[in-house]
């Protein structure tokens, strides 16, 4: 087992070629395995099957995910939506190389850190408020519910927003409110557009669900050596798509 093991690790799996396709519905996202060290996965969003993955490309690197994603646009890649985090580099590239792809915004994320940085049980009213907008994010399902929640975020806006923009406080509990803030109202033009198509998925839980086996396949090969590391995830990804 452990000479064809090594044997595999010594090359490459053969190369994929994308299936023709006219539109489809991604989920990208990355993880850390141990920093520095990462990896990163583009999934079919509607059958939750891997497209493509790869070791050592990081999130926050423009010309490292550049250089992922542009060999499948020669591949004809034509993707009708990327579901997403919130990283700002992704998003960057994604409508650098696919301009008329939709971008949402993954819910889960949104409102699980939005949740954190208000805090369980805020002392002001405004992050109250603000938490109890986070607590309805999960809950939008109608273009009535998209309505009432951007009426309750341009509410609390009006009367929060430019008395917490303007304030010089620099204490932590503080400063996370005002990430809250800043951190919805970006995220608030790309949280909604499954809305209007059915097929957009709302959040990359998918993927989370793969990094979790992956990263506990990984934990039983510790012993691997830096060299075969990417040749062991090109191998995992050829052999576990799902």
Not at 38 to 59: N, Y
Not at 95 to 119: E, K, S
Request: a positive charge.
């Amino acid at each position: 087992m452990y000479r064809l093991t090594d044997s595999l690790l010594a090359d490459v799996p053969p190369a994929t070629v994308l299936e023709p396709q006219s539109a489809r519905y991604l989920l990208f996202d990355g993880t850390f395995l141990h920093r520095p060290h990462s990896i990163v996965v583009l999934m079919d969003g509607q059958t939750h099957t891997l497209v493509r993955g790869q070791f050592g490309v990081r999130e926050n690197s423009e010309p490292e995910l550049r250089a992922f994603f542009a060999p499948m646009i020669d591949e004809g890649l034509c993707p009708r939506s990327f579901t997403v985090d919130g990283n700002p580099q992704v998003i960057r590239v994604l409508r650098t190389l696919w301009p008329d792809a939709v971008i949402q915004r993954c819910l889960v994320h949104v409102q699980r850190q939005g949740l954190a940085w208000c805090r369980n049980f805020p002392k002001t009213a405004y992050a109250r408020q603000l938490r109890r907008i986070f607590l309805r994010v999960s809950s939008v399902d109608t273009a009535a519910d998209r309505e009432t929640f951007l009426n309750l975020v341009a509410t609390w806006e009006a009367q929060h927003g430019a008395g917490i923009a303007a304030h010089k406080e620099t204490g932590r509990v503080f400063s996370d409110v005002k990430r809250a803030r800043s951190m919805l109202l970006r995220a608030l033009p790309d949280m909604f557009h499954y809305l209007d198509d059915a097929h957009i998925s709302t959040t990359t839980n998918g993927l989370e669900g793969y990094f979790s086996r992956l990263k506990s396949h990984y934990r039983q090969h510790r012993g691997l050596s830096p060299r075969k590391r990417p040749n062991y995830f090109a191998w995992y990804f050829h052999f576990t798509p799902r």
